[in-house]
């Protein structure tokens, strides 16, 4: 069935380093993998996505990377900063009509100062 | 920046009572999904809603379950007799039309089931 899962549940960096979250996924059919923030007592937050044709996309501080050969995705964030700490979810676009996201089970990230 | 609203933020109900959540998604959205995280938890899809009707809803989403949109603004999610089970936040999300990954979602209900 789909599935789309993460290696780490918590990851502790310290302020100013990079930080990278993994998410592994098992249906390869979809169009978009997406990574979302999540903070305390609020909704998922869009940070980044990357459409299944490409292996990187960079934005502001963040690159998200995927291998579709070991159907892997990756969440990079350069000089992590506290205001970084939170959960970390990737999920993946559902390509049927509803357009549903399939949601990974969440890595925490705190940020020591 | 458009934002999705819920309402209540927090809703405390005795089991076997009937609860609705409440949600305003983004007036030009016309996509709306409710979600549900369960403490702890990933966030699990359990409906989605288009043109006034049910378009996908996951195995969550039984005959105890129903989605609305009552007027043009508001989306709700009915649970009829709540269970413990159900104790978990409910988000709310928007789409927009012809942009597959264009959701926001809304802040979340905490429904506390006792």
């Known amino acids: ?113 | 920046e458009p934002e999705v609203t819920q309402t209540p933020s927090h809703q405390v109900t005795q089991m076997g009572q009937e609860v609705i959540l409440r949600c305003v998604p983004i007036s030009n959205h016309l996509y709306f999904y409710w979600y549900r995280q369960i403490l702890g938890q990933k966030v699990e899809f359990l409906v989605s809603f288009y043109n006034n009707e049910i378009s996908e809803k996951s195995e969550i989403f039984d005959d105890q379950f129903s989605v609305e949109r009552p007027d043009g603004s508001n989306f709700t999610l009915k649970i009829r007799s709540t269970k413990l089970e159900d104790s978990a936040m409910y988000f709310c999300a928007s789409r927009e039309p012809g942009q597959g990954r264009g959701y926001t979602f809304g802040s979340g209900t905490r429904l506390t089931v006792v």
């Open chain 1, 1 to 113: 069935g789909e599935s789309v899962g993460l290696h780490l549940p918590t990851l502790s960096v310290q302020e100013g380093d990079n930080s990278i979250i993994n998410c592994a996924y098992s249906n390869s059919a979809s169009d978009y993998f997406i990574w979302y923030k999540q903070e305390s007592g609020k909704g998922p937050q869009f940070i980044i996505d990357i459409r299944s044709n490409m292996d990187k996309r960079q934005g502001q501080r963040v690159t998200v990377l995927l291998n579709k050969t070991v159907k892997h995705l990756s969440l990079q964030i350069a000089a992590t900063q506290p205001g970084d700490s939170a959960v970390y979810f990737c999920a993946e676009l559902g390509m049927d009509s509803s357009y549903k996201l399939i949601f990974g089970s969440g890595t925490r990230l705190l940020v020591r100062p």
